[in-house]
C-alpha cells in the first residue's frame, strides 16, 4: 500500500469517533476472547483495534495486551475507556498489513471486525501468523454477506462511479466466508474452528441507525461527505431500507441480526 493511500485512509478512520458503534459490540470480543480461551500473562496482540474493544476484553482475563491501529487517535480513545477500567494496555501505531513486531511476537492475535478491512487480505493474513508464535492462536471476527454485504451491495450499485471507486480485489465480507478463510490460511494454522454468529443493532428506528451509522462509522461518512445533498439523502433513505429489511421488531423499533464468522486456529 503506498504512503498516500495509506494516509488517505488513516485520515478516513481518524476523522470519526467510532466509539459509540464500538461499544454497541463488546459482547462480540467477550465471546471471542473466551473462544480464543486467552490466558492471564499472556501476549496479546489486538489487530486494527479501534477503540479497543478486544485488547480491553482481553485485558479482563489477564493478557499483556498490546492494541495496534492505523489511526493514532483510535488508540487515544481506546487508553481513555481503557483508564476508566483501571485495565492497562499497550499501544502501538500499526497498519495491519505491515506489523511492527518481530516473528512469534505473541502468544495470542486478535482482531474483531478490523483486519477484514485491509486492501490485501493475502498480506494481512500473513501478517497476523507471523507476529504468533507456533503454537499460539489467533481469533478473528469479520462480517458476513448478510446485512453487512447488503449495505455494501447497497453503496456498491447505486453510488456515482467516483464516489463507489475503491481498489479491486475481495471485498471486507470475504473474510466472513468459513470456506474463503480456510484457503486464506491453508496448512499454514491447526485446529481450524469456525463459528457462524450474530449480532443485533438496535435503534429507535431504521431510519435512526442509517444516521447513527452515517455520524459514527467511517467508511459511510466519508462516502456520504463526497456526496451532494441530494444523494446524501437518498444514501440514508437506501441505507434505513436495508435495516428495515432485516429487523425483526414489529413495534415501529429496530432489531436486526448482522451475521459474522468467529474464527479461531491455532498457529501452526
Known amino acids: 500500500m503506498s504512503e498516500e493511500l495509506e494516509g488517505r485512509l488513516r485520515q478516513m478512520w481518524a476523522a470519526t469517533d467510532y466509539t459509540p458503534i464500538a461499544t454497541r459490540e463488546t459482547l462480540v470480543s467477550e465471546l471471542l476472547v473466551q473462544a480464543v480461551d486467552v490466558h492471564a500473562g499472556e501476549r496479546v496482540l489486538d489487530v486494527a483495534a479501534g477503540t479497543g474493544n478486544t485488547a480491553m476484553a482481553a485485558a479482563r482475563r489477564g493478557g499483556v495486551v498490546t492494541a495496534s491501529d492505523l489511526a493514532p487517535v483510535n488508540l487515544e480513545r481506546a487508553a481513555r475507556r481503557a483508564e476508566a477500567e483501571g485495565l492497562e494496555l499497550r499501544y502501538e501505531v500499526a497498519d495491519a498489513q505491515k506489523l511492527p513486531f518481530e516473528d512469534d511476537s505473541f502468544d495470542v492475535v ?39 454485504g447488503a449495505l455494501q451491495r447497497t453503496f456498491a450499485a447505486n453510488l456515482p462511479s467516483a464516489a463507489r471507486a ?29 463459528t457462524p454468529r450474530t449480532h443485533e443493532f438496535c435503534h429507535t428506528s431504521a431510519r435512526a441507525q442509517a444516521e447513527f451509522f452515517r455520524d459514527h462509522l467511517p467508511p459511510f461518512r466519508a462516502t456520504y461527505r463526497a456526496l451532494d445533498p441530494e444523494t446524501q439523502w437518498w444514501l440514508l433513505d437506501a441505507v434505513a431500507d436495508v435495516f428495515e429489511s432485516f429487523n425483526r421488531a414489529t413495534d415501529g423499533t429496530l432489531v436486526a441480526r448482522a451475521d459474522y464468522l468467529e474464527v479461531v486456529a491455532t498457529v501452526a
Open 166 to 194: 475503491r481498489p479491486t480485489g475481495p471485498v471486507p465480507a470475504s473474510w466472513g466466508d468459513e470456506q474463503y478463510c480456510r484457503e486464506l490460511f491453508g496448512d499454514r494454522v491447526r485446529e481450524f474452528k469456525a
Open 110 to 148: 486478535l482482531s474483531s471486525f478490523g483486519v477484514m478491512y485491509a486492501l490485501d487480505h493475502e498480506r494481512a493474513a500473513a501478517e497476523l501468523l507471523r507476529v504468533c508464535r507456533p503454537g499460539g492462536r489467533f481469533g478473528i471476527v469479520s462480517w458476513g454477506q448478510g446485512l453487512f
